[in-house]
């Protein structure tokens, strides 16, 4: 198995502009997540879907924020507008819905100057 | 408030010493939990897991982790650290009804000295 894919690995971009980095998750699972992580805040849950509905989105920041899983093998996370405060690095995880284990994509690094 | 705590924000061991990393959570009720290793730039990788039935859980790279209920702790240990152990080290925890993100430690970054 591949394990979860992101795309792109890094991003850097300037203020104001839309960003949307990319997630496959592993084939069969059910839940998809995605994390950012960030120097101050640590690794925060920003929304999670199962079986491509959106679950909890409560860590979304703001309206600029917005996820979307068209269907069971790819997400996406759009920022529009970014900010510099956006800065940091985006996870997406996957698991099963036996398995409680989630797995972890290589991270998008966003850089928003 | 569920919570996750690591202690520990920076440690510093030299090769072939013992190593023990602290986690506590808060939580109404046992909550499965994992231990996750991210090194420099890379991305998160499972060292090992607890849902039930035995409290010693083996994981990968010669890693173990105790629960101990009594304590809400599930530390994290290794008898021989090896400097290819570097990184940063974060305990998370998860619920299986319900909210079933995981919750993250702020982490704890492992420095080796030879």
């Known amino acids: 198995d591949a394990g979860v894919i992101q795309s792109p690995r890094h991003e850097v971009t300037e203020m104001g502009q839309e960003v949307t980095l990319r997630c496959k998750p592993i084939s069969g699972h059910d839940y998809l997540f995605w994390y950012r992580q960030t120097m101050m805040r640590g690794l925060e849950l920003l929304i999670y879907?199962?079986?491509?509905?959106?679950?909890?989105d409560s860590g979304m920041p703001e309206d600029r924020f917005s996820a979307k899983m068209p269907n069971a093998s790819f997400s996406t996370l759009k920022i529009q507008p970014s900010e510099p405060r956006d800065s940091a690095v985006y996870f997406c995880?996957?698991?099963?819905?036996?398995?409680?284990?989630?797995?972890f994509g290589p991270g998008t690094r966003l850089l928003v100057l | 408030a569920q919570s996750v705590t690591q202690p520990d924000i920076h440690i510093t061991v030299s090769e072939g010493a013992s190593l023990e990393l602290r986690c506590n959570y808060s939580?109404?009720?046992?909550?499965?939990l994992f231990w996750y290793v991210q090194s420099p730039g890379q991305g998160l990788q499972l060292l090992l897991k607890y849902f039930s039935g035995d409290t010693l859980v083996q994981g990968i790279k010669g890693f173990e982790a105790e629960f101990k209920r009594s304590q809400s702790s599930f530390n994290l240990r290794k008898p021989s650290v090896h400097w290819s152990d570097a990184a940063e080290y974060f305990c998370a925890v998860a619920l299986d009804t319900g909210r079933r993100a995981l919750t993250f430690g702020s982490g704890t970054r492992l420095q080796v000295q030879p």
């Open positions: 879907f199962n079986n491509n509905v959106p679950i909890d």
């Open positions: 995880a996957s698991r099963g819905e036996g398995p409680k284990t989630q797995y």
């Open positions: 939580y109404g009720a046992t909550p499965y």
